[in-house]
């Protein structure tokens, strides 16, 4: 029995390392102080209403990002989201401005607003607790790849 050549090698391993790469590079993800995170995007008016409204779960390592086109004060509200979010708002250079933490479902009507206390353009929303096990500060930056 022969052993592989060293070209047959070589391609095998391009070959493999291309498939990781492609599969670990799927979709919009985020990354924060060295955590990743899959997101969906919403950037269009239908997508920012919607939300995540409805959802009764969502897994540890994803979050929805919202950008916008602008500059300003945000304010967000839980109206028909089941889970319990960590609201992060960013302004245009992608740093963190202020973080709403632990934010519950809305249980009565009308549903309080949550606000970014600062200008905003991006605002991520992770599963409760994740912005404090990050240990996350004013300043820290966002990394977006879509």
């Known amino acids: 029995m022969s052993t592989p050549s060293l070209f047959a090698?070589?391609?095998a391993?391009?070959?493999?390392?291309?498939?990781?790469?492609?599969?670990?590079?799927?979709g919009p993800y985020v990354e924060?102080?060295?955590?990743r995170y899959s997101i969906e995007v919403a950037e269009n008016d239908a997508a920012r209403e919607h939300g995540l409204m409805d959802r009764t779960e969502?897994?540890?390592?994803?979050?929805m990002l919202f950008v916008f086109q602008d500059?300003?004060?945000?304010?967000f509200w839980m109206k028909n989201t089941k889970i319990a979010l960590d609201m992060l708002f960013f302004d245009a250079d992608r740093h963190l401005?202020?973080?709403?933490?632990d934010v519950p479902p809305?249980?009565?009507d009308p549903c309080p607003a949550y606000s970014s206390g600062?200008?905003?353009?991006?605002?991520?929303?992770?599963n409760a607790g994740q912005a404090r096990k990050l240990g996350l500060v004013p300043g820290d930056e966002l990394t977006i790849q879509r």
């Open 9 to 11: 090698r070589l391609a």
């Open 13 to 26: 391993g391009l070959v493999l390392g291309a498939l990781i790469q492609s599969c670990a590079a799927k």
């Open 32 to 35: 924060l102080k060295g955590q």
């Open 58 to 63: 969502m897994a540890i390592d994803h979050g």
């Open 71 to 75: 500059d300003i004060p945000r304010a």
């Open 97 to 101: 401005v202020s973080v709403q933490h």
């Open 106 to 108: 809305c249980l009565a």
């Open 118 to 126: 600062a200008p905003a353009r991006y605002v991520l929303e992770l």
